[in-house]
C-alpha cells in the first residue's frame, strides 16, 4: 500500500506590486536581509525556514519567462492579499518594538485562543502583513 504525498510548507508567496523599488526596500528593512535575487522585474528574499518572498512588479509576470530549464508560465497574484510571517513565542514583544522603530503603524494585535499571538500592519502597497507565533492554527 502506498502512502499519499504530502505538502511540508509553502516555499513561495509571490506579491504584485506597483512600486517594485518601495515595497522591495520595506520588506528588506522589515526581514532585516538583503535581496538574494534582484531585477526588473522581480525581487526575491530568504523568509526564513527555508521559504522565499517574491515580489513582483504589477504586470510583469503575466507573460511565461523561458529560462534555461524550462517556462515559468504566466501568473499575477492580483489585489493588495495577506502574507504572514511565522515568529517565535517569545520575539512579539521585540518585533513590536523593531516596527516602531521603523515607523510601522500596528493596526491589530490578536491573542488567540490555541496560544498564538498575530501583529498585523500594513505595507507599501496596503497589503495585510501578519507576524504569528505558533498557537495561530491547529498545524502552527
Same mark, same amino acid.
Given at each position: 500500500?502506498?502512502? *499519499?504525498?504530502?505538502?511540508?510548507?509553502?516555499?513561495?508567496?509571490?506579491?504584485?506590486?506597483?512600486?517594485?523599488? %518601495?515595497?522591495?526596500?520595506?520588506?528588506?528593512?522589515?526581514?532585516?536581509?538583503?535581496?538574494?535575487?534582484?531585477?526588473?522585474?522581480?525581487?526575491?528574499?530568504?523568509?526564513?525556514? +527555508?521559504?522565499?518572498?517574491?515580489?513582483?512588479?504589477?504586470?510583469?509576470?503575466? *507573460?511565461?519567462?523561458?529560462?534555461?530549464? %524550462?517556462?515559468?508560465?504566466?501568473?499575477?497574484?492580483?489585489?493588495?492579499?495577506?502574507?504572514?510571517?511565522?515568529?517565535?513565542? +517569545?520575539?512579539?514583544?521585540?518585533?513590536?518594538? *523593531?516596527?516602531?522603530?521603523?515607523?510601522?503603524?500596528?493596526?491589530?494585535?490578536?491573542?488567540?485562543?490555541?496560544?498564538?499571538?498575530?501583529?498585523?500592519? *500594513?505595507?507599501?502597497?496596503?497589503?495585510?502583513?501578519?507576524?504569528?507565533?505558533? %498557537?495561530?492554527?491547529?498545524?502552527?
Amino acid at each position: 500500500m502506498t502512502s *499519499r504525498p504530502h505538502v511540508n510548507r509553502i516555499v513561495e508567496t509571490a506579491l504584485d506590486s506597483p512600486d517594485l523599488a %518601495g515595497t522591495s526596500a520595506f520588506y528588506e528593512a522589515l526581514l532585516d536581509t538583503e535581496p538574494m535575487v534582484t531585477g526588473g522585474r522581480l525581487v526575491a528574499f530568504d523568509a526564513g525556514g +527555508g521559504t522565499v518572498l517574491l515580489l513582483f512588479q504589477w504586470g510583469a509576470t503575466a *507573460r511565461a519567462v523561458k529560462t534555461p530549464g %524550462g517556462t515559468v508560465p504566466g501568473h499575477v497574484s492580483g489585489g493588495p492579499g495577506h502574507v504572514a510571517f511565522a515568529v517565535d513565542p +517569545g520575539d512579539a514583544p521585540s518585533w513590536e518594538s *523593531r516596527l516602531a522603530d521603523l515607523g510601522i503603524t500596528i493596526e491589530s494585535r490578536v491573542e488567540w485562543k490555541r496560544g498564538g499571538v498575530s501583529i498585523y500592519f *500594513r505595507d507599501p502597497d496596503h497589503r495585510l502583513v501578519e507576524l504569528a507565533t505558533p %498557537g495561530l492554527w491547529p498545524s502552527f
